[in-house]
């Protein structure tokens, strides 16, 4: 079975595009964290003048921005995952669906042993999206470079 995916050179464009709307979506809790850390003493964030700083959310315009930016950071980890890689032939469509079946399979298991030990624990969309991505990426990663 062959998916039509990216071209080789929209991972390029999707590592660019992800990095960015990484930065701009995490800059805000980077400043915050560093600021707050800068004397080198222990960090109380309940103290912190920081808490509460939103500046990069500020200039761009809201939180609604910084969600948009969050999502398209995801949709750029996906497009990157469905690119085509520089030799595509039959052994990397075998990885590539191994991955997907190990990545899978990791993310329900995780998501089964953590809802039975504690029941109230619940996490979203972006959480089960993000991790199912960068596992796949990591595996596949790994896969491809020990084969």
């Known amino acids: 079975m062959h998916i039509q995916i990216f071209p080789n050179w929209f991972k390029k464009l999707s590592l660019i595009v992800f990095l960015f709307a990484s930065f701009l ?43 948009l930016l969050e999502i398209l950071a995801v949709l750029a980890l996906i497009s990157y995952m469905l690119s085509k890689e520089k030799v595509e032939d039959d ?22 042993l953590f809802h039975t030990l504690h029941q109230e624990f619940f996490y979203g969309v972006y959480d089960s999206v993000s991790l199912f991505v960068w596992l796949y990426l990591i595996i596949f990663y790994f896969k491809k470079r020990l084969a």
């Open 91 to 112: 052994y990397i469509n075998i990885l590539r669906l191994e991955s997907y079946q190990l990545s899978f399979l990791v993310i329900s298991v995780t998501a089964l």
């Open 25 to 67: 979506a995490g800059a805000d809790d980077f400043l915050r964290g560093y600021s707050a850390g800068y004397n080198g003493s222990p960090v109380n964030y309940t103290e912190s003048k920081f808490e509460d700083s939103k500046v990069v959310t500020n200039m761009l315009g809201g939180k609604n921005i910084i969600h």
